[in-house]
């Protein structure tokens, strides 16, 4: 089918969609539940967080309090009940539950009054994970072990975060270190030795709660958000099970969101617009894929409630409708398509792990194979599969990486973990991530460990690398001016880097304390050329406005909100998923998709 024809068709549906929704019936107008949040003493409490939620699985709407106090939600579909929460760091949640509106009526009003926090405990306990992170980092002299330390304490999960400070022994250190590095999060030697002691000293609450809330009295330690934050509408849909994993996400032209969970092999369909939570799951065919994936092993890795065969990870449309998605563990690239919810599974010719995909202006894939150092290309008009082995930094790099297929063979019949997990020794190879296709159709990429981006030519496959003035640049995108922007995944920054040029700028988050930021992505609205960047260690979304170099932070109401991927819907909403991994740590336990609106949720 040519190019012409499949736009054609997509354009089709989309308009009929639009026809079908323009003709149904109005729905009705939902719940409006509205209030004002005050201190004990009746004065206003501005800024404060105010989340609904309702249903089965749960689905929330927050905003917030305007100077007055007051807030109101947009029309909420269910007639609840509802559990309301009230949050702001300095003052004592306040939650509700079994909230409804009286027999007959559309509208709940809400007076409710918060509490100081005056305990420094429960305070610090409130900040969000890169305060608490920050302590450790200002123990580390060496700027080298601290980039390290970021770099790869945050692979997967927050730091800083109350699960991973909880106390532990030596003995449990080097448990927790040995299956970080059987996940890939290699430490050096000298920095895996100061971890048990570098963590202890650091989170233990005789000294982190008074360095954390030194300042708790003064007005400016925990001021509420710029006006312009408290405008928005925040939205959370929990997705999945407390086993899952929500990795990446994608925004349909149709409307509907499309999220890969990674450990249960399953892809998830949402569709925000309609009344309550409609959602559908579908299951990745297993085939005679075994549990791990061309990486089983008697030492399999993975938690014990991982049912990850293929471990879906990656996500974007194709110019026909069609999802495809990099099957990371079963080492393959994944076509669904939406109306027969049919599967097309294409394995690898080279290389392990496919990671990021995205396509270029003729329909064909790029994608980048994070363990074995490739970039691929699949054209899916025509079957051919290509890739490159991109270079290595060291000859020690080079080898391991040729020896990587007959390591994973020996792996399938001898238990390998010491050789990553036990001895340490911080042995990294380069990971190529993120990657993006230029509007010259030059296809760009990040080494992630080897702090170098490069571009490959679409026709030649030659490749050329160019080092990063910053460290570990991740998922990059190209905005509608063909500039470059690139988060610093350990180096709490973005970078704006002009191809023609080869110059880069960069620009340096607003998040206290300095350096303790981990922005594991960032997209942009080619709309406006706004950059919304993952603020993935501090509960946040980042937005930044190159014209005026301004950025604003926008809290977001679940703690621990590890966000790895972000997309764009027709009216501007920001998408993202809350991926912590485990699971388990997140506030409340389950995985969740977030939507932002700026421009929604005013309660003024």
């Given at each position: 089918?040519?190019?012409?024809?499949?736009?054609?068709?997509?354009?089709?549906?989309?308009?009929?969609?639009?026809l079908?929704?323009?003709?149904?019936p109005?729905?009705?107008?939902g719940?409006?539940?509205?209030?004002r949040?005050?201190?004990?003493?009746?004065?206003?409490?501005?800024?404060?967080?105010?989340?609904?939620?309702?249903?089965?699985?749960?689905?929330?709407?927050?905003?917030?309090?305007?100077?007055?106090?007051?807030?109101?939600?947009?029309?909420?579909?269910?007639p609840?009940?509802?559990?309301?929460?009230?949050r702001?760091?300095?003052?004592?949640d306040?939650?509700r539950?079994d909230?409804?509106?009286?027999?007959?009526?559309?509208?709940l009003?809400?007076?409710?009054?918060?509490?100081?926090?005056?305990?420094?405990?429960?305070?610090?306990?409130?900040?969000?994970a890169?305060?608490w992170?920050?302590?450790?980092?200002?123990?580390?002299?060496?700027?080298?072990?601290?980039?390290?330390?970021?770099?790869?304490?945050?692979?997967?999960?927050?730091?800083?975060?109350?699960?991973?400070?909880?106390?532990?022994?030596?003995?449990q250190?080097?448990?927790?270190?040995?299956?970080?590095?059987r996940?890939g999060?290699?430490?050096?030697?000298?920095?895996?030795?100061?971890?048990?002691?570098?963590?202890?000293?650091?989170?233990d609450?005789?000294?982190?709660?008074?360095?954390?809330?030194?300042?708790?009295?003064?007005?400016?330690?925990?001021?509420?958000?710029?006006?312009?934050?408290?405008?928005?509408?925040l939205?959370?849909?929990?997705l999945?099970?407390?086993?899952?994993?929500?990795?990446d996400?994608?925004?349909?032209?149709?409307?509907?969101?499309?999220s890969?969970?990674?450990?249960q092999?399953?892809?998830?369909?949402?569709?925000?617009?309609?009344?309550?939570?409609?959602?559908?799951?579908?299951?990745?065919?297993?085939?005679?894929?075994?549990?791990?994936?061309?990486?089983?092993?008697?030492?399999?890795?993975?938690?014990?409630?991982?049912?990850?065969?293929?471990?879906?990870?990656?996500?974007?449309?194709?110019?026909d409708?069609?999802?495809?998605?990099?099957?990371?563990?079963?080492?393959?690239?994944?076509?669904?398509?939406?109306?027969?919810?049919?599967w097309?599974?294409?394995?690898?010719?080279?290389?392990?792990?496919?990671?990021?995909?995205?396509?270029?202006a003729?329909?064909?894939i790029?994608?980048?194979?994070?363990?074995?150092?490739?970039?691929?290309?699949?054209?899916?008009?025509?079957?051919e599969?290509?890739?490159?082995?991109?270079?290595?930094?060291?000859?020690?790099?080079?080898a391991?990486?040729?020896?990587?297929?007959?390591?994973?063979?020996?792996?399938?019949?001898?238990?390998l973990?010491?050789?990553?997990?036990?001895?340490?020794?911080?042995?990294?190879?380069?990971?190529?991530?993120?990657?993006?296709?230029a509007?010259?159709?030059?296809?760009?990429f990040?080494?992630?460990?080897?702090?170098r981006?490069?571009?490959?030519?679409?026709?030649?496959?030659?490749?050329?690398?160019?080092?990063?003035?910053?460290?570990?640049?991740?998922?990059?995108?190209?905005?509608?001016?063909?500039?470059?922007?690139?988060?610093?995944?350990?180096?709490g920054?973005?970078a704006?880097?002009?191809?023609?040029?080869?110059?880069?700028?960069t620009?340096?988050?607003?998040?206290?304390?300095?350096?303790?930021?981990?922005?594991?992505?960032l997209?942009?609205?080619?709309?406006?050329?706004?950059?919304?960047?993952?603020g993935?260690?501090?509960?946040?979304?980042?937005?930044?406005?190159?014209?005026?170099?301004?950025?604003?932070?926008?809290?977001?109401?679940?703690?621990?909100?590890?966000?790895?991927?972000?997309?764009?819907?027709?009216?501007?909403?920001?998408?993202?998923?809350n991926?912590?991994?485990?699971?388990?740590?997140?506030?409340?336990?389950?995985?969740?998709?977030?939507?932002?609106?700026?421009?929604?949720?005013?309660?003024?």
């Open positions: 089918m040519s190019e012409v024809s499949i736009g054609s068709r997509v354009a089709l549906r989309l308009a009929l969609l639009a079908l929704g323009a003709a149904a109005a729905a009705a107008a719940v409006r539940v509205t209030g949040v005050a201190g004990e003493t009746g004065a206003p409490v501005a800024g404060a967080m105010v989340t609904v939620s309702y249903g089965v699985p749960i689905r929330s709407a927050t905003v917030f309090t305007s100077d007055a106090g007051r807030f109101e939600l947009p029309p909420l579909p269910s609840g009940p509802y559990t309301v929460r009230v702001r760091i300095g003052w004592r306040v939650r539950t909230v409804s509106p009286a027999t007959g009526r559309t509208e009003p809400l007076e409710l009054v918060m509490q100081r926090e005056t305990d420094p405990a429960a305070l610090a306990a409130q900040l969000p890169n305060r992170f920050g302590l450790a980092l200002a123990r580390m002299e060496d700027p080298a072990q601290r980039e390290e330390l970021v770099r790869q304490c945050t692979y997967c999960h927050q730091q800083g975060n109350p699960a991973t400070r909880l106390e532990r022994e030596d003995w250190w080097e448990k927790v270190l040995s299956l970080m590095g996940m999060g290699m430490l050096s030697s000298e920095v895996r030795a100061q971890v048990p002691a570098l963590f202890r000293a650091a989170y609450p005789a000294h982190a709660v008074p360095a954390l809330t030194a300042r708790m009295h003064e007005p400016d330690f925990a001021p509420p958000p710029a006006p312009e934050v408290r405008r928005a509408l939205e959370e849909w929990e999945g099970e407390r086993s899952s994993m929500q990795h996400l994608t925004v349909h032209p149709d409307g509907h969101i499309y890969v969970d990674m450990t092999d399953k892809l998830f369909r949402l569709d925000p617009s309609r009344p309550g939570v409609a959602m559908e799951a579908f299951d990745v065919p297993r085939g005679d894929m075994p549990l791990g994936g061309v990486f089983a092993s008697g030492g399999q890795p993975l938690p014990s409630n991982s049912n990850a065969h293929h471990g879906p990870h990656s996500i974007q449309v194709a110019p409708g069609a999802l495809w998605i990099t099957l990371a563990l079963g080492n393959e690239l994944a076509r669904f398509d939406p109306e027969t919810a049919g097309t599974i294409h394995p690898l010719e080279d290389g392990f792990y496919p990671h990021t995909l995205r396509f270029d003729r329909g064909r790029w994608y980048t194979v994070a363990a074995s150092n490739h970039l691929g290309m699949l054209d899916p008009a025509t079957g599969m290509r890739s490159v082995r991109l270079p290595a930094r060291t000859y020690g790099q080079a391991a990486l040729r020896l990587l297929p007959a390591l994973l063979w020996l792996d399938r019949h001898v238990d973990r010491g050789m990553a997990g036990e001895g340490g020794g911080g042995f990294n190879l380069p990971v190529p991530y993120g990657i993006d296709v509007p010259d159709g030059g296809v760009w990040s080494q992630l460990n080897e702090h981006i490069g571009r490959l030519d679409p026709d030649t496959f030659s490749y050329e690398m160019i080092d990063t003035p910053f460290s570990a640049p991740r998922r990059l995108r190209f905005d509608s001016q063909g500039k470059l922007w690139i988060p610093g995944f350990s180096s920054l973005i704006r880097f002009d191809p023609a040029t080869r110059g880069f700028e620009f340096e988050l607003p998040i206290e304390p300095r350096g303790s930021e981990t922005p594991y992505a997209h942009v609205d080619r709309k406006t050329d706004e950059v919304w960047i993952c993935t260690n501090s509960d946040s979304l980042i937005r930044f406005q190159p014209a005026s170099e301004r950025f604003t932070v926008y809290p977001l109401p679940t703690r621990v909100s590890y966000t790895r991927e972000i997309d764009f819907d027709a009216q501007g909403r920001v998408w993202t998923s991926s912590n991994a485990p699971t388990w740590q997140i506030e409340g336990g389950y995985p969740r998709v977030i939507r932002l609106d700026p421009r929604g949720g005013d309660g003024s």
